[in-house]
C-alpha cells in the first residue's frame, strides 16, 4: 500500500488551518484561507499537493457535510416570522443574479445560442444565487443590527436563498445529464421531492422518538450523518439530483427534531471540519488553475464581480422595497445579500464535476467568490452607518 495520503491529508490540514488564522487576523473569513493554501501549495504553485482518488472521495464528503450542517442549522420558525417578505426577497435574489452573472458568462465564452450553452450560462449564474450567511451574521451582530427588524429579514431571506439555489441546481443537474427527454428530468426531479417529503413524514417522527431518551447520546449523531449519506446517494443514483442537495434536505428534516438538532450539528461539524472540509476547500483551490490566467479571464472575472454584487442589491433590494423597506433598508437588505461564500463553491464544483463548468473558468468564479465576501462587510458598515436607524 502506498502511504503518501497520509503526508498529503496532513499537509492538507496543517497548511488550511495556518492560512486560515493568518486570514482571520485580517478580518478575512477562514474559508479563503483554505483556498490559498490549496491554490499555493498545488499544481499552480509549489506543486506540493496533487489531486488523488482519496482527496477527492474525502472532498465529496465534506461538500456533502458542510450542505448537512446548513440544512441543520436553518431555522425554520425565523423564517416563518419574516414569511412573504423574505421570501420575496430571497427569489429575486436568485432570479437577478443567476441572469445578470449568466448572461456575462455567454457574452465572454460562448458564440452561439444552443440549449446547451444556455444550460452553461445558468450554471455560472447559479453559482452566484446563493448568499454565505455567515458573513452578513457577523457583520451585523458586530453592529448590534442583527435583532432588528431588518436584521431578521436578512437572514431568514438568506436561509430562503440556499433553499431555492439548492433546488435551481437540482433542475440543472438533472438537465446537465443529457439522459432522456425533457419530460423525464421533470418526472425525476417531481419524484425526489416527493420522496423528500415522504422521508420528512416518516423520519422526523423516527428521530423525535430516539431523541426522548437519546438525545444526547452520539448514536443519535451517527444515525444522523448516516441519513445524509443514504439521502444523498437516493438523490445522485436514483434521481439524478446532485448528492448535495440530498445531504442539504437530511439537514432540513432533522432541523425540526428540536431536542436534539443542536447536539448532532455540534458532532458533525467536529467531524468535518477536522478533516473534510479543510480537504474540500483546498481542493478547489487545487483546481484553481492559475496558469490559465490572462487578460481575458481577469476582464471576465472583474466584470463578473460587479455583476454578482449589483445583481444582488438590485433584486433583493428592489423586493424590499416593493414589499414595504424603506429606501434605507432596501439597500442594507440588498448589500446583506452580496456576500458568497460555501455554498458558491459547492454549486461551483458540482458545475465542473457535471462538465457545465470549464476548468479555466473556475479561477475567476474562485476570484469573484473571494472579493464578495471580503466587499461585503465593508459596504455593509458604510451603508448602516451613513443611514437612520435601522428598525
Known sequence: MDYTFLLLL?????????????TEKIHMP???????????LGPSGLGMLESTDF??????IGVIMLMFLAGID???????????????????GVIVPMILCGIVYFIFFEENFTVYNVLKAAFVGSVFSATSVGITVETLNEMGKLKTKTGTTLLSAALIDDILGIV??????????????????????????????GCGVIFTRVFRSIAKEHWHSRRVAIWALAFCLLMSYFAEEWFGVAD???????????????????FVAKKVAVTSYMVFTPVFFASVGMKTDLSTINGEVF????????????????????????????????????IGMVARGEVALM???????????????MPAVVLTVICCALVTPVLLKLAIARGPELA
Open 347 to 361: 454549486v461551483a464544483q458540482k458545475g465542473i464535476s457535471a462538465g457545465m463548468i470549464e476548468p479555466a473558468v
Open 74 to 92: 436553518t431555522d425554520l420558525e425565523e423564517m416563518k416570522k419574516t414569511g412573504l417578505q423574505a421570501f420575496i426577497i430571497a427569489t429575486m
Open 30 to 40: 477562514q474559508v479563503v484561507g483554505a483556498l490559498l493554501a490549496g491554490i499555493i
Open 168 to 197: 435551481v441546481l437540482s433542475f440543472l443537474t438533472g438537465f446537465s445529464t443529457g439522459e432522456g427527454s425533457l419530460a423525464m428530468v421533470l418526472v425525476k426531479i417531481a419524484g425526489f421531492f416527493l420522496f423528500v417529503l
Open 299 to 334: 476582464l471576465f472575472a472583474f466584470v463578473l464581480l460587479i455583476a454578482a454584487i449589483v445583481s444582488k442589491i438590485i433584486g433583493c433590494g428592489l423586493a424590499g422595497r416593493l414589499t414595504g423597506m424603506s429606501g434605507h433598508q432596501s439597500l442594507v437588505a440588498g
Open 55 to 60: 482527496l477527492t472521495k474525502t472532498a465529496e
Open 244 to 262: 448535495i442537495t440530498g445531504a442539504f434536505f437530511a439537514g432540513l428534516i432533522l432541523c425540526n427534531v428540536s431536542k436534539s438538532r443542536q
Open 10 to 22: 496532513a499537509a492538507i490540514l496543517v497548511s488550511t488551518k495556518l492560512f486560515g488564522l493568518l
